[in-house]
Structures are given as C-alpha cells and as structure tokens.
C-alpha cells in the first residue's frame, strides 16, 4: 500500500530495496486464492534472491505457505491474530509469521499477550517459524517484544528513533542520582517509580518537545528522589492521618525537586513540564470552592512557589488561592524555615 502511494511501479520499488537489504525483502501477493497466490509469487521471487513472498494467513494462503517452503522459497505468513493461526502458519512450513500487535490492541486485547503466547508454543515444539511482531506502536512495543523474544520487528522510522531518546533519559537519570543501576522505560500507563525502573509517559510519534520535556521532568524528579530522599527517615517520621500524611508526602517532593530546579535550568524547565501533566488531571484544576481543593496539593504549589521562585501554574492558580490565606497562616513561618534552610 505505501508503494502504491508512491505512484511507482511495484515490483520496480522492491527490486531496489532487495538490492539495498542484505536480508529478507517481504513481497506480498494481492490474489486471495491459492492458484492466483502461486502465480504471483512465481513472479515476484525472480526479483531477487532475497525475496521472501508475503501471503495472508488464510487457508488458501497456508496451502501456498506449504507449496512455496518446500522447494526452498521464504515465505511471511501475515494478518496473525490469534496463537492457534501462529501455529498453523509453523506447521505450513512459514519462514516467518507476522502477528499484529498495534492492531490486536485496537480491538482490547493486549497485543503483547499473543507474541508471549506464540513464543511459548513454537518454543514447546521448536518451531523454527520467526517471529515476526508487526503493527509496532512505540518504543513500549519494542522494548516488550525484545523481552518476550520476538525475532524480528517492523516499525516506522519514529517508533525506532524512540530508543535514542529512552537511552538518553536513562543516562540523564543515572548522572542525576549518581547510580549506575537506572532505566528508563516508556509507558503508556501512569507514570511510576519502582526503584531504580522510571516508567515515564510517551511522547508521540514525532516526539513533540511539549511531550519530550513531560517524559524528562518525571524522570529527572524520580532521579533526584534516589538521590536526596532518605525513605526510612521519611517513613518514621511520618504522620499517620490520611490528609496529613498526603502533605507530608508532598512537601518531601517539592524540596528534591527544588534541589535540582534551583540547580539546573533545563531540569527547572522539565519539571514545570512534568507538574503542568500532574496537574491537569488533579482536582485543583476543577475546583471552584476551598473545599473542593485538595490541600497537600495547594501546599506543595506554595511552597514551590517559596523554594524556586516559579509561579503557580496557570490552571492550578484559582484552587492556590481559594487556600493560600488559610496555609499561609498555619504554615508560613515553616516554609519559610524550610526555604532558609534549603
């Protein structure tokens, strides 16, 4: 379909890139019965020897996997939904099958789920069928199939230009908590810290800047965690009420994260980036009277606000005020204690 874009000859279009490759160049057949598949695979593999014919995952086109294989041509099993179609495919003799992960997805299931699924079953009987994972979303994606043990992948050129900016945030990190032992992995779920794991949200495909500095403000604040926070310290010394255990909790972030802020502009610059996420999906944003603004929320805006010099952020300005008189008396002296000691 992208060659037919192009407005170029097909099979022109596949000869150069088989000259450019070294391995295996899938070439699909558009005939969807078994004498039409035949045909055109007799036409498309005298393109050049490291042409693999491409056929659907279907009946007619396991009998032309089956007729193709055993006189020695590769063949690319493809449009794999389900394991139980993965077996098939090996069982025909396929050189590789493609199951499509992106596309599983979409229709909620978990697409990493088949590629564990056909690994275990051609692993059971020693299958020698690669696994070819397709319809590759993000870095997520790539970095899960290499764990499952996925052979091969087909990924546009922004969901490989991923693992750069992941490696990146992985070095930044280890250089901040001066630990050896970080990574840093997307994640299309919340933002989370398991230790040394970062699990940061992903940017999209053409990695905006907006999303970029996101994925980098909860890295850099998960990596100055590890460094300035002391957890047993924190942990005996905090309160057991709910709603002083959350401001406890979020005065702690706000000073590491002011370490690095008031340290570094770029990291300053990341972490705005990473609050502004926060704090569109906090309650702060929404709210209209006191009591509907979360306080440890309102107390880590404030004392932000004392420990860096930046403002509150724009969309958290109304909940701030509705609260600052009532913080400011209670908690004024000790911000600015902590901000003199800082």
Partial sequence: ???????????????????????PVSAEVIALDHEGMMREAEILRKIADNVCIKVPLTIDGLKTCKALTGDGTKVNVTLCFSANQALLAAKAGATFVSPFIGRHDDN????LDLIRDIRLIYDNYNYATEILAASIRHGVHVLECAR???????AP?????????????TGASRAIAERADIEVNWSADNPSQSGTTFRVPMPGRSLPRAAAM?????ADSYALRLKHHNEALHRKNAPQEAVARAAYDAVETVRFEALGANDYAGMREN??????????SDAISRAERAEQVPMHTALALI????????PIPEMAKRGVE???AFIEEKAGGDIAALADKL
């Fill in 108 to 111: 909620g299931f978990d697409g």
């Fill in 148 to 154: 499952i043990g996925a052979d091969v992948m087909t």
């Fill in 214 to 218: 996101e994925a980098r403000g909860f």
């Fill in 271 to 280: 972490l705005g980036a990473a609050l502004d996420m926060r704090m569109a």
């Fill in 1 to 23: 379909s992208l060659i037919a874009k192009s407005g170029r000859d097909f099979l022109e279009v596949t000869k150069e890139i088989c000259a450019i490759v070294d391995g």
């Fill in 322 to 324: 509705l609260r600052r």
């Fill in 303 to 310: 004392l932000r606000e004392k420990l860096t010099g930046q």
């Fill in 157 to 169: 050129p922004s969901v490989i230009k991923d693992g750069p900016e992941s490696a990146a945030l």
